[in-house]
């Protein structure tokens, strides 16, 4: 659980997000009060037994909570979209308030632990064994009219999976999900507004691609689809008959898939980059006989995408410049950072700035059309990248104007405001933190047939007055991760 944590107000945090510490507060308060009731039986009837019954009570809780129905669960409608950081751990997953970093909820899993977000802004995937496990963050968001609702619960680990040999990549678009099994090629597709974990099952569609890879495949609204080559050769795209519509082979390696606007898909080489315009592959070579870019970044409304890129093809020298790839132009250029980074250290900013976290603990904010570095932000102190890729290392997530970033050798997660250029929140935990998403609780295009994006940061005002975090939290020991898809599981292993 959250141990210890320290806020600084922000006036941009305030506006966006003035509703969001008030669940902390009443359970802090549930607490206190059962402290005093132990208290008062100790008294009573002695320590030993007061401490028998707070084991039974806790143990009557837990069996409780594994127990609960789904739809027994309490909803609360919010002010405003209320954002929800889900992470894992060694033994688990816990989902936070996107605002103070409190622990909402922790959630047992064995095995080591991969989380992805759904696509629809309320719903998770735990990759746990050979299955994808859907995670219910709790929070929401509806439109009506002109304007949409928002709404919370307490989150929930459903026993709702899509079981399959070495489930890998989880992506979405215009309201389809797809799931990628390495271990067969398989993938399944979902509609994104069928994800309820008070359902016995997820109703999918099962495609093959043309053999077991490390892969990745996009279902889109028509039935066509995007897939990566059994060798990883490349990629082809299918009519929704199934009929191959165009193919590339010239992507080695290929990996790392993200969209971008006009029906744009891109991936990664290890030369380059392939893109799919909605029509034909075209791709974009760097001019280097090797330099791999194994993810990529996108920004909403913006042809240019932020890439990791490595240039030592053993892989014993660290990435030290990252790629910005203009699909429009074709052109790649690369910016230096001046110190290591990895896989789990790049995402885009509100403006679609190029954030990257680097080793010395500075976060990087660059400019993605010029390439011209910003602003640096020391967030952390320097760390140093472990062998293993499932080991923890410091990983980032974007959210609008905030950062979330995670410190393993701490056990801190940090809230980075970069309005403010400041951390504004750390949450000390008595986990190491791994991989890390953040749901927003907003409407998802494509997910509801009233969803307007001309409204879809429409909120309901709230009073200010009425949530002042700077008097009401100021002083509490708490305060209240664009989707490149950044999967990674092999080679080296930023999949």
């Known amino acids: 659980m959250n141990t210890a944590s320290k806020t600084v107000t922000s006036l941009a945090l305030v506006s966006a997000l003035a509703l969001s510490a008030c669940a902390g507060e009443n359970g802090e308060e549930a607490e206190e009060q059962n402290d005093s009731d132990q208290n008062a039986a100790a008294e009573d009837t002695g320590a030993d037994e007061a401490e028998g019954a707070a084991d039974a009570d806790d143990d009557a809780d837990a069996e409780g909570e594994d127990d609960m129905d789904p739809s027994e669960r309490e909803q609360q409608e919010a002010g405003g979209a209320e ?15 996107g605002v103070s970093l409190d622990v909402i909820d922790e959630f047992d899993a064995d095995g080591f632990l991969r989380i992805n977000e759904a696509g629809d802004g309320r719903h998770a995937f735990l990759t746990e064994g050979s299955s994808f496990r859907l995670l219910d963050a709790g929070t929401w968001g509806e439109p009506h009219g002109e304007h949409n609702h928002y709404y919370t619960t307490e989150p929930y680990l459903s026993d709702v999976t899509v079981d399959g040999d070495t489930p890998a990549h989880v992506v979405s678009h215009d ?53 990566t080559l059994e060798d990883r050769s490349g990629a082809r795209f299918l009519d929704a008959d199934g009929e191959e519509m165009d193919r590339n082979e010239n992507c080695p390696g290929v990996h ?3 969209a971008g606007p006009e029906g744009v898909i891109a991936v990664g080489c290890e030369d380059g980059v392939l893109v799919w315009d909605g029509e034909q592959f075209e791709k974009h070579d760097t001019g280097e006989d090797y330099s791999r870019i194994g993810n990529l970044f996108p920004s909403e409304g913006s042809p240019i995408f ?45 403006d679609g700035e190029a954030l990257v976290l680097t080793e010395d603990g500075q976060l990087h904010i660059i400019d993605p059309e010029t390439g011209e570095h910003l602003e640096h932000i020391d967030v952390i102190d320097e760390w140093t990248e472990p062998e293993d890729w499932q080991e923890p290392r410091p ?24 309005t403010e250029g400041e951390v504004i929140t750390t949450a000390e935990f008595d986990f190491e933190p791994n991989e890390i998403i953040v749901i927003d609780g907003r409407p998802v295009g494509g997910v509801s047939s009233d ?13 200010d007055d009425d949530h002042d975090h700077d008097e009401d939290h100021d002083d509490d020991d708490h305060g209240h991760d664009d989707d490149g898809h950044d999967h990674d599981h092999e080679d080296d292993h930023d999949h």
């Open 256 to 258: 790392g898939e993200a």
């Open 395 to 418: 990983a980032i997530r974007a959210h609008d104007d905030l950062v979330y970033v995670t410190d393993p050798d701490s056990q801190e997660i940090h809230l980075l405001d970069l």
């Open 451 to 463: 969803y307007d994006e001309d409204h879809e940061d429409d909120d309901h005002a709230h009073d």
């Open 83 to 97: 954002p929800r950081v889900a992470v894992t751990y060694d033994g688990g997953a816990a989902v936070l308030d």
């Open 175 to 227: 309201g389809i999900g797809t799931l990628f099994f390495d271990g067969t090629g398989e993938y399944r597709s979902f509609d994104l507004a069928e994800l309820d974990v008070e359902a016995e099952s997820l109703e999918t569609e099962s495609y093959e691609s043309e053999g077991e890879h490390h892969g990745v495949a996009v279902v889109l609204e028509d039935g066509s689809r995007f897939e």
């Open 306 to 350: 932020l890439g990791d890129y490595r240039t030592d093809q053993d892989g014993e020298e660290p990435m030290t410049e990252v790629a910005l790839v203009n699909t429009e132009s074709g052109d790649i250029s690369t910016v230096n950072v001046d110190s290591p980074y990895n896989f789990r250290n790049l995402q885009r900013g509100p």
